[in-house]
Each structure stands twice: as C-alpha cells, then as structure tokens.
T-cell receptor, first 111, second 113 residues
Framework: KNEVEQSPQNLTAQEGEFITINCSYS?????LHWLQQHPGGGIVSLFM???GKKKHGRLIATINIQEKHSSLHITASHPRDSAVYIC?????????????FGKGTKLSVKP | DSGVTQTPKHLITATGQRVTLRCSPR?????VYWYQQSLDQGLQFLIQ???????AKGNILERFSAQQFPDLHSELNLSSLELGDSALYFC????????????FGPGTRLTVL
C-alpha cells in the first residue's frame, strides 16, 4: 500500500464545475504539499499546510490531521486548470524528512 | 518562473555513459533537493543538501552522486547509465529545511538510448 494515496486518478470536468481532489496518507507528517504539474512538465507549488485550510484565488486546500486526509478544491474550474495535481507529505526526520509523493490526479477541464 | 534554474533542459546519451545535471537555487535559498520522475515510479526524492552539507538521502542509487558547492549551486552526477534511468530530474530549493515551501526548477529530461 502506498503511503500517499490520491483519488481520483483521472478527472474530467466541464468548465465552471466545482472540483475536489482527495489525498490520504498513512504516516505521521509535519506538512502536506499540493503541487501542480503542467502538461509541459513544470511543477508549481500550490500550498503547504499543516493544519486547517488555505485559500488562494479559486483554489482551496484543507487538511484533517486526525483523519490523515487532505482535499484540494477548485471553484469555477477553467480549461487552464487542466494539469496533474500531486499531493506530497513530509514525514519526520532522516530520509522521511523529505517529500513522499502521491501518484497524482490528472484533471482535464473541457470548455 | 520559480527562480530555480536547471541545465541542460534535455539530455540524450547512451547506456554506460556519465552525465552531470546542474541546478542553481533561488537567491537566498540554502536547501537544494533532487527528485526523479519516471513514468512507472512517479516522483521520488533522491537527496537533499543544506548549505553545502548532505542533509537527507532517499532512493538514490549508488551510481548517482550529488554535491552542493560554496555558491550553493548543486550538481547531480549519474554514471554507468541504464535505460531505466531515463526520466525527468527536478531540482527544488527552499529557504531552510524541508518544512519550508519548495520551489521547483523546470527539470532536465534525460533520455538514455
């Protein structure tokens, strides 16, 4: 079983729809990252959070430490949101002190 | 633009060869991380340097090595290359340790023929 599980693996939405991507993890963490990888390959950090909720524009990220679960929401989705969204967690200490990645959710938003 | 630069952008080489990938972190960032992204394995952490010292090691093969220089740029050396080493190699940097947000470079696409 992977330490970081994302769902769904693939998601197709119509422009304007509300989108939710889920991330569950099995290890103790000090932080969780949401990353966006564009079709060209570049990776952009969207959020880093360790508790509660963060919002940036149309993007909202939440985390529930007790449930070991995080969600990334996109409101009023747009074709330019089409990308792979990757959840990554930072464990504690040693080699676990760096990021463990989920396999990503590929989002396609149709006009 | 994240402020992290990587060279070269693309690299095509043959099995058995050795290559060096270069990364310059954002100005002021002391930590550099190297990641490998292959089609079957996804993103994997390789190694982290902080202010010139190795800080953490992940799934890095013995054929691979890295270092961070006094000017904080970093190099990842891959030797005795195999077909399976073909992947995207990303460098990221952060102000301090891995509890800080990481900024990713554009990646180097390595193809081993």
């Amino acid at each position: 079983k992977n330490e970081v599980e994302q769902s769904p693996q693939n998601l197709t939405a119509q422009e304007g729809e509300f989108i939710t991507i889920n991330c569950s993890y099995s290890v103790g963490i000090s932080a969780l990252h949401w990353l966006q990888q564009h079709p060209g390959g570049g990776i952009v950090s969207l959020f880093m959070l360790s508790s509660g909720k963060k919002k940036h524009g149309r993007l909202i990220a939440t985390i529930n430490i007790q449930e070991k679960h995080s969600s990334l929401h996109i409101t009023a989705s747009h074709p330019r949101d089409s990308a792979v969204y990757i959840c990554a967690v930072k464990g504690y200490g040693g080699s676990q002190g760096n990021l463990i990645f989920g396999k990503g959710t590929k989002l396609s938003v149709k006009p | 633009d994240s402020g992290v630069t990587q060279t070269p952008k693309h690299l095509i080489t043959a099995t058995g060869q050795r290559v060096t990938l270069r990364c310059s972190p954002r100005s002021g960032d002391l930590s550099v991380y190297w990641y490998q992204q292959s089609l079957d394995q996804g993103l994997q952490f390789l190694i982290q340097y902080y202010n010139g010292e190795e800080r953490a090691k992940g799934n890095i093969l013995e054929r691979f090595s890295a270092q961070q220089f006094p000017d904080l740029h970093s190099e990842l050396n891959l030797s005795s290359l195999e077909l399976g080493d073909s992947a995207l190699y990303f460098c990221a940097s952060s102000v301090a340790g891995a509890n800080n947000e990481q900024f990713f470079g554009p990646g180097t696409r390595l193809t081993v023929l």
